[in-house]
């Protein structure tokens, strides 16, 4: 049995600060999968077929921003009104082809989720042509229809034209409400006119309004922390995301620190290392949990029942997710798919199929498709468990739980989690790692392979 720090962090007095010594990445994953090539008419077969999903999503990707944010590498397309128009129109084109296929009609979607890039920077027109090709796809009732971006330039014109054509979720980057650290982090806008825009648009009668916060920005001591967790009470919003600040490479922020420098303020050049991040969260954390919000996963919280982050929360489960434009990634019949980002090549792809009059179906674009991961339905009971910070046990095979009951149990000497009857909570140290510890998770199973014999009992656990 090997069992290695990164699998299990160390003990230590102070697991919320050192269980481990950094997050790891984003996300977690393994795949399992291989590349597949599939021949045009095959990918046109695809569009023909009914899907096998019982929940699904659609992810539509708008790769552009008018900024690039000193912490951010999601930027791919710098904005401008004639290029986006383009974009839009052939994406809403191809929406509109897809729609009408019987993979897209052969079983409802739950949710929706239009992300950046900034899309709140297409114009009040593409908003509502995006709802209205949105629309022809069989939603269910009530289905969560997210609009991604920041409140600049989200005028009374778009948002009365989004909330008309169905979007009923507007997730806004709002970061730091601090305008010096706003402005040394490349953001528009100062703090009074946030509070007064999410006051005006949290009064909606059904939407949902949301917000990301960074934690660990350069200039953003844990005084202005606090003031910006104060901020979200003020601003009305319905619910909030807090990301601890990664250090993206090729960011503004990771150019800095190779040459030594921190992309400070003019009254701060504090920035909170690991520890300073993980007291951050935990006053966070904290912060809403003592107001009674409800915590979804580790990193959100929402006010009230308005807020169901179901795009994120299904996104998770690995269910079926139709992508759409440069840069989308999605899968379809249980093939991982990754459109490619660059701008040109997407647009090449659709002029040569309009050209040769095969723009009746939805086009092939460059980019990547993988094997179905054989471990799915398993991997994705891993991440949305530690995710919400309580792995239900029930959920695996009795032989998978003894074999990573080792792991579970250093989980527990090192303070980031709790053995229950049927579960694993994971402690509040336990959620602020919890990637380190799917990451670990994750490479406990590489290391230590569940036996073949066993293999089968761990397939068959229930979806
Ligand atoms: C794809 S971005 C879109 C945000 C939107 N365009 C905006 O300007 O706010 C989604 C979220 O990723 C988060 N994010 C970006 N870079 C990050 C980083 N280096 N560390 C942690 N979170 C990051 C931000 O909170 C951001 O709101
Ligand atoms: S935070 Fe938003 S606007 Fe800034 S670079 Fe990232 S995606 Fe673009």
Known sequence: MILTPTMTGITSPDPL??????????HAGRSGSRPVFLKPEQWQQWWQ?????????????????RKRCTFCNFFEN???????????????????IAADTPLAQSRPFNTVYVGGGTPTDISSDEVKRLGEAISRFPLIDN??????????????????NATENGFNRFSFGVQSFDTQVRQAAGRFDDKDYLLTRLNQLSLHPSASIVIDLIFGLPGQTMEIWQQDLQAVIDSGVHGIDLYQLIGLSGTRIDHAREK????????????ADSQARANMYATGANHFESLNWQRLSSCHWRRDSRERSVYNSLAKSGIEILPFGAGA??????????????????????????AAGTLTAPVQVPGMLMSP?????????????LDSGRLDLNLLAKDMTLHLMPLFKAWQTNGLAKLETSSLALTLAGRFW????????????????????????????AS
């Open 49 to 65: 077929q009914p899907s096998q999903a019982t929940e699904r999503a659609l992810y539509i990707h708008i790769p552009f921003c």
């Open 78 to 96: 710098g904005t401008n009104p004639q290029r986006i128009n383009r974009y839009m129109q052939r994406l809403t084109e191809q929406l509109k």
């Open 329 to 354: 990634g999605g899968s379809i019949h249980g093939h991982g798919c990754m459109n490619g980002r660059d701008l040109k090549q997407w647009h090449l792809t659709h002029d040569e199929a309009d």
């Open 143 to 160: 289905a969560e229809v997210t609009l991604e971006g920041r409140l600049n330039g989200f005028d009374d014109d778009k948002w009365h």
């Open 373 to 385: 991961n054989p471990a799915a339905k398993l991997d994705a009971i891993f991440k949305r468990g």
């Open 260 to 271: 030594g420098k921190i992309l400070g303020t003019a009254l701060s050049e504090y920035q």
């Open 17 to 26: 600060q050192h269980a481990f010594k950094v997050k790891s990445a984003p």
């Open 434 to 461: 919890n990637v380190n510890m799917q990451t670990g998770l994750f490479e406990f199973l590489s290391e230590n392979p569940f036996v073949a014999s066993q293999e089968p009992a761990a397939q068959s656990i």
